[in-house]
């Protein structure tokens, strides 16, 4: 059973910056294969994919709104994934959830993936 612990999220204006963490348990990254992804859900919409990276972290995926401001990265070391958010928008504004589903392949449909952290609220000011 794979425990997800997110945090990292907060207020900030906009323009400015986040860095999420996701701290994984009860699965060690390095020993088995597991891709990791975040996902958001604003309030009234559904839970869309944000990026996702492979087990290896040579490959990552990006929703095309967040592409070229958002870095995810993993250190199985650590059994973490964070997401850096650089030039947060207005519409950026979600609470923020990391998923891991245990597997090669990246997904980007929620329903695909395995298990869940609690969320971590991201508000964006204008």
């Known amino acids: 059973q794979v425990h997800l612990v997110d945090s990292g999220g907060g207020l900030v204006q906009a323009g400015g910056s986040l860095r999420l963490s996701c701290a994984a348990s009860?699965?060690?990254?390095?020993?088995?294969?597991?891709?990791m992804g975040w996902f958001r859900q604003a309030p009234g919409k559904e839970r869309e994919f944000v990026a996702a990276i492979s087990w290896s972290g040579g490959s990552t995926y990006y929703a095309d709104s967040v592409k070229g401001r958002f870095t995810i990265s993993r250190d199985n070391a650590k059994n973490t994934v964070y997401l850096q958010m650089n030039s947060l928008k207005p519409e950026d504004t979600a609470d923020y959830y990391c998923?891991?589903?245990?597997?090669?392949?990246?997904?980007?449909?929620?329903?695909?993936?395995?298990?869940w952290g609690q969320g971590t609220q991201v508000t964006v000011s204008s």
């Open positions: 998923a891991a589903d245990q597997g090669l392949a990246i997904k980007t449909s929620y329903p695909m993936y395995d298990y």
């Open positions: 009860g699965y060690t990254f390095s020993h088995y294969p597991i891709v």
